[in-house]
């Protein structure tokens, strides 16, 4: 179904192949409230609704309001509200987000009407978390050449064009296979999601006698199958997860349950690590780098500078330069630290950089994080009196933001070194978990930390400096 | 590897052409003319003060902007300009700028053209579905009478 997973069996007796399972945390499904509302047919309906009322106004505003971003309410509620709100939804709920999303829910009305329901093509099977990579690379980059956070418009067109492809891939393609294998904002949440707080598993006892013929994978009369092709019997992470909790009602051994985990510990629980999430993991930082840096007072000057070094005046070229070199930064330390843990803990490059990558996801989500704390923040009542503008309230304001610059400093600071100590903990974690030696572990851990640091300071240094407004 | 190469490239093309079209303009725009909007964008701490493009983009100190500079405006001198030392926190931000968009013409044009690719895709679902309804009856059967998972 999806690539193999890069890691074999192995005679080799200081290695552990298979990391020691996750511990079962507690069920919250054992909380009435909580299990009525997941068995109830109002989830996620309940959320859905709204979601798409708002998405509607959204894509209304960006398509027909005014030009200026600092004026339309569409970029004020998609880029200061929604998109900062996101990766703390993600660490707290996982991928949760992806089940009220609008588009999901546009591809389930359109598969009801006219859908085909096709099998997912094997490439995408394989390939597909590949496509969302160069996807997201693509559409960062294409921000920033063209501006389109900065344009409602811009932003306006990226609504339709996922709209279109939603709408071909509900037509003609089983389930949601626009969220599982295409969509880029799915990819990073699948991403992020493995930091949660929560995950949804299947009590492995229960469905050991289970008869039912995977309802939970399939569906039954009443209720739909897995959306993203999850069967939560096997299931070993959270990536694939949206916690629709369709299979939580098809099950007719009440087999699933919603553990409470510590965050991120998922991470080192993972038995097969797959190098094009893993390699999202590092992109992602590179990503969160050149938002950073294209905000800062410096970034005129940088651009200045490879232009003078290049000889290159195109703007878009010399720009597609610096963020060719911010993503390949963390990608090549990563590969970096995984040649040289290679050379000592006797695994291939390759093995290490999929198993090793996914310690560097805490420190993408608290870079994430704190980059979109500061629009959150500092302009987050400008964004607000903005959408309050729509029905007639006067959206003047003396500040824009809810927070002095020093708090939101203080939040980052506090953030990046909280992402910085899980990402540390985490490849420890994992080298414990997978080796048995004192010198092998040590090896493993080493470079990874020397990456880590260097990208945690890197970060630090960035939120030290002015930044920009988004709208 | 061809089909892998055809099926990032070509959505990648596309997606690029398009992004291009709809907010090429309005960026040509942005960075070239004074948005009536950059200069009102004040964020409570600069002087509302309405100001040629290059004074526009000027945030915080007053210093003025080279006209001209051959990279993306929106990101111009942001916070303090030259003269204030790094480190000084984000207390001096500069204003994005925004695009004023394509004429209502091309809009109407790029929706229209949203609306029929949307239409001709459900319509050619619609079609196919009831042709294929006899496969997926029978994949509907197969799951309901495959044994249980192991």
């Known amino acids: 179904m999806t690539a193999p997973p890069l890691v074999e069996t192995t005679t080799d007796p200081d290695l552990d192949v298979v990391p020691p399972p996750a511990p079962a945390g507690y069920d919250l499904m054992q909380h009435r409230v909580v299990a ?7 989830w996620p309906q309940v959320l859905q609704v709204p979601a798409a009322a708002v998405f509607g106004l959204v894509a209304y505003q960006l398509l027909t309001g005014p030009s200026s971003a600092h004026d339309n309410a ?3 509620l998609m880029w200061v509200i929604w998109w900062p709100l996101l990766p703390i939804l993600f660490v707290v709920l996982g991928r949760v987000w992806c089940t009220i999303c609008p588009f999901g829910w546009l591809s389930d009305q359109v598969q009801r009407l006219v859908g085909v329901e096709r099998p997912v093509p094997r490439f995408l099977k394989r390939y597909g978390i590949w496509v969302i990579d160069a996807q997201f690379l693509l559409i ?3 921000d920033h050449v063209w501006g389109v956070v900065a344009s409602p418009w811009g932003s306006g067109m990226v609504l339709l064009l996922l709209t279109t492809a939603v709408i071909a891939s509900g037509a003609f393609l089983q389930r949601r296979a626009f969220c599982r294998y295409l969509c880029f904002l799915g990819g990073l949440s699948g991403n992020y999601a493995r930091t949660g707080a929560v995950a949804l598993r299947a009590d492995p006892e229960i469905c050991a006698t289970c008869t039912s013929r995977a309802a939970c994978y399939n569906g039954t009369d009443t209720t739909s199958a897995c959306p993203l092709f999850t069967f939560p019997r096997t299931m070993e992470d959270s990536a694939d997860c949206n916690l629709c909790a369709s299979c939580i009602k098809s099950c007719p051994n009440d087999a699933i349950q919603i553990q409470v985990r510590p965050p991120s510990s998922e991470l080192w629980h993972l038995r097969t690590p797959r190098l094009e999430a893993s390699f999202l993991a590092a992109a992602i930082m590179g990503i969160v780098l050149i938002q950073n840096l294209t905000m800062l007072s410096v970034w005129p000057d940088v651009l200045d500078a490879i232009g003078r070094t290049t000889g290159i005046t195109a703007s878009a070229a ?3 330069m610096a963020f060719a070199v911010a993503v390949a930064v963390p990608v090549g330390l990563v590969a970096l630290a995984s040649h040289w843990a290679a050379g000592r803990n006797l695994e291939s490059t390759v093995v290490n950089f999929a198993r090793f990558g996914f310690a560097l996801i805490p420190l ?4 994430h994080i704190a980059h979109n704390l500061f629009h959150l923040l500092s302009e987050g009542k400008a964004a607000v009196m ?3 503008g729509l029905v007639g309230v006067d959206g003047s304001t003396t500040s824009p933001g809810v927070a002095s610059t020093g708090t939101i400093q203080v939040l980052q600071y506090a953030l990046i070194a909280l992402g910085t100590a899980a990402s540390l903990y985490a490849a420890r974690r994992m080298a414990h978990g997978r080796y048995r030696s004192a010198a092998r572990r040590r090896s493993t851990v080493l470079p990874y930390a020397a990456v880590i640091a260097v990208l945690a300071v890197l970060n630090a240094w960035m939120f030290a400096l002015p930044m920009a407004h988004r709208i | 590897m061809h089909r892998v190469a055809r099926l990032i490239v070509v959505p990648g093309a596309g997606l690029l052409l398009a992004l291009g079209l709809a907010s090429g303009a309005g960026a040509d725009e942005r960075h ?3 948005s009536p909007s950059a200069a009102t964008h004040d964020h409570g701490e600069h002087a509302v003060v309405p100001t040629p493009s290059a004074e526009a983009h000027d945030h915080g100190t007053g210093t003025t902007a080279p006209a001209g500079d051959d990279h993306d405006d929106s990101h111009d001198d942001h916070g303090t300009g030259t003269t204030e030392p790094a480190g000084g926190g ?9 695009g004023t968009g394509p004429e209502p013409d091309t809009r109407l044009l790029v929706l229209s053209g949203f609306a029929a690719v949307n239409g001709l895709v459900l319509m050619v679902a619609s079609v196919q579905r009831s042709r294929t309804a006899g496969a997926r009856e029978r994949r509907r059967t197969a799951r309901a009478t495959a044994p249980p998972a192991v």
């Open chain 1, 318 to 320: 010399v720009f597609t």
């Open chain 1, 36 to 42: 009525r509302l997941l068995r109830s047919r109002w």
């Open chain 1, 140 to 142: 960062t980059w294409a």
């Open chain 1, 386 to 388: 903005t959408v309050l």
């Open chain 1, 364 to 367: 993408d989500i608290a870079g």
């Open chain 2, 90 to 98: 984000h207390d001096d931000h500069g204003t994005s700028v925004a």
């Open chain 1, 74 to 76: 569409g970029t004020a």
């Open chain 2, 32 to 34: 070239a003319t004074p």
